[in-house]
């Protein structure tokens, strides 16, 4: 069993900035690949980023290339989530997720993941 605690959230200015961080109590972190999905009210989880095991690949949502970053500190156990420029559209709770895969690939579906934090509030006010 993996437990996730994400940290962060809170309320900016459009334009702003914050830095999620998401804390995995697995002695194994290295074994899984970590994403990032974030959900506003009355719609759907959508997936926002995602790393490799070692950090190699990411990959991320067209909605967020070139503002937000996903990083990992295997070390530390920590997966984190830079979110620069932000926008009122952003506004969500941010949940972060670790996938037990073989494949080298990460995974933009929710239902892939097999381990989910209970999410950090994002709010951007306009």
């Known amino acids: 069993q993996v437990q996730l605690v994400e940290s962060g959230g809170g309320l900016v200015q459009a334009g702003g900035s914050l830095r999620l961080s998401c804390a995995a109590s697995?002695?194994?972190?290295?074994?899984?690949?970590m994403g990032w999905f974030r959900r506003a009210p009355g719609k759907e989880r959508e997936f926002v980023a995602a790393?490799?095991?070692?950090?190699?690949?990411?990959d991320y949502a067209d909605s967020v290339k070139g503002r937000f970053t996903i990083s990992r500190d295997n070390a530390k156990n920590t997966v984190y989530l830079q979110m620069n420029s932000l926008k009122p559209e952003d506004t969500a709770v941010y949940s972060c997720?670790?996938?037990?895969?073989?494949?080298?690939?990460?995974?933009?579906?929710?239902?892939?993941?097999?381990?989910w934090g209970q999410g950090t509030q994002v709010t951007v006010s306009s």
């Open positions: 997720a670790a996938d037990w895969s073989y494949s080298a690939k990460v995974s933009l579906l929710p239902t892939d993941y097999d381990y």
């Open positions: 790393i490799s095991r070692y950090g190699i690949n990411a």
């Open positions: 697995t002695r194994a972190f290295n074994d899984y690949h």
